[in-house]
């Protein structure tokens, strides 16, 4: 099968698959705003007797581990159509695109899974989910007072200064979008509402994204820098308590919102959300252990990338890659290394569910140069 670059003059054609395989309809008014999102789209698609049977788009991207800004590549609108499936055609743009995300130095990858069964296979791994709590109207009970000020915006009025504040709550955890200003605008406000407080110094220190419909408050993002911030944030939302039946906040798994309401008892569901995956293991470990004094060797294994297969000597601030002869501390799979640097499970708890096998102390010296950031992630492509 060939696989070929989509242009312009597929992008009927790229929606036409998009809206069959994902059982959706985009209104004709709102088809050239698609158009215009797709110009930023690496498209690939593969044809079977002149007709698109398969396609899946790459975006060029960045995420936070910590404080560092890495590469990603975003993989997005992988379809088939029913008649060509079970011919390995995503099977083959996946692997092709993890040449292209390397060539790019894109060394993490990101998708939003139909099926985490199914991109397991081919190296993606869970690394972000999303709690989901529903607060009744009675339970809407405001916390202390706070000093501060909120203030409500749109996409096109809201204060540059909330990039800031989303950026340094971004930086505290692992994986969360590097966003610019059209990604603001296009991909994460859209028609939501904008709620931004201010301390009494002017300072912004946390915003809701939400919308109000059928007297229901569904609050998208709840990004707050310290315990002010998310009373005078909570306090506004109570303030609605004469329009709303339910609340409804999409939350970090260890938020501690929850637990600080007058009732903790509520309907939280937790799911499951994107998964991500280390597409050049030697570039990457180049860039995140950067700093690493001491000396580690590690076999990693991957069926679809084999770039990646080999052993690697991490040893005075850098990387390097060994002969297949060289005993090593510990070998894992490449999917293992998700949890790992995502935060979710440190290599000692990875070693103890039989995810890691090696050394028990070289384990332990990994477990403590593994900057712990909890992975997370709020955006959707």
């Known amino acids: 099968m060939t696989i070929k670059r989509l242009d312009k003059q597929y992008y009927s054609e790229t929606l036409n698959l998009s809206m069959y395989a994902f059982q959706y309809k985009i209104p004709e008014e709102e088809l050239e705003k698609r158009y215009k999102q797709l110009d930023s789209h690496e498209l690939y698609g593969i044809e079977i007797e002149d007709k698109l049977a398969a396609k899946l788009h790459l975006l060029s991207l960045g995420v936070f581990l910590g404080d560092t800004e890495y590469k990603m590549g975003g993989i997005a609108g992988v379809a088939t159509y029913p008649e060509y499936r079970r011919k390995g055609l995503v099977k083959d743009l996946l692997t092709f695109t993890l040449e292209r995300m390397r060539e790019k130095g894109q060394t993490l990858s990101m998708l939003h899974p139909f099926s985490i069964a199914f991109y397991r296979k081919y190296g993606w791994e869970l690394f972000a989910q999303l709690k989901k709590v529903k607060v009744p109207k009675a339970e809407l009970k405001m916390f202390e007072p706070v000093s501060g000020t909120i203030k409500r915006f749109n996409k096109e009025t809201y204060p540059?200064?909330?990039?800031?504040?989303?950026?340094?709550?971004?930086?505290?955890?692992?994986?969360?979008?590097?966003?610019?200003?059209?990604?603001?605008?296009?991909?994460?406000?859209?028609?939501?509402?904008?709620?931004?407080?201010?301390?009494d110094k002017g300072e912004d220190t946390g915003y809701i994204l939400y919308d109000i419909k059928d007297q229901k408050m569904k609050v998208e993002e709840f990004i707050a820098l310290n315990a002010e911030a998310r009373n005078g944030l909570w306090n506004f939302i109570c303030q609605h308590d004469s329009m709303l039946a339910e609340v409804e906040l999409v939350l970090h798994p260890d938020d501690p919102l929850p637990f600080l309401l007058h009732n903790p008892k509520t309907t939280t569901e937790l799911q499951p959300y994107f998964m991500a995956r280390v597409v050049d293991v030697f570039s990457f470990f180049n860039l995140y252990f950067h700093s690493f004094e001491g000396e580690l060797s590690i076999n990693i294994s991957d069926d679809y990338a084999p770039w990646n297969n080999g052993k690697f000597l991490l040893a005075n601030k850098k990387t390097e890659k060994l002969s297949s002869d060289y005993e090593v501390d510990m070998e894992l799979d490449v999917n293992v290394l998700i949890p790992l640097i995502f935060g979710i499970y440190s290599a000692t708890e990875l070693y103890n569910m039989g995810l890691i096998k090696g050394d028990q102390q070289k384990i332990r010296v990994l477990t403590e140069n593994v900057q712990v950031k909890p992975g997370f992630f709020i955006d959707f492509f």
């Not at 605008?185 to 407080?197: D, G, H, N, P, Q």
């Open 160 to 199: 540059n200064k909330l990039e800031e504040v989303y950026r340094q709550y971004a930086k505290g955890h692992s994986g969360m979008l590097a966003r610019d200003s059209e990604w603001w605008k296009e991909r994460t406000i859209t028609t939501l509402c904008v709620a931004v407080y201010s301390d």
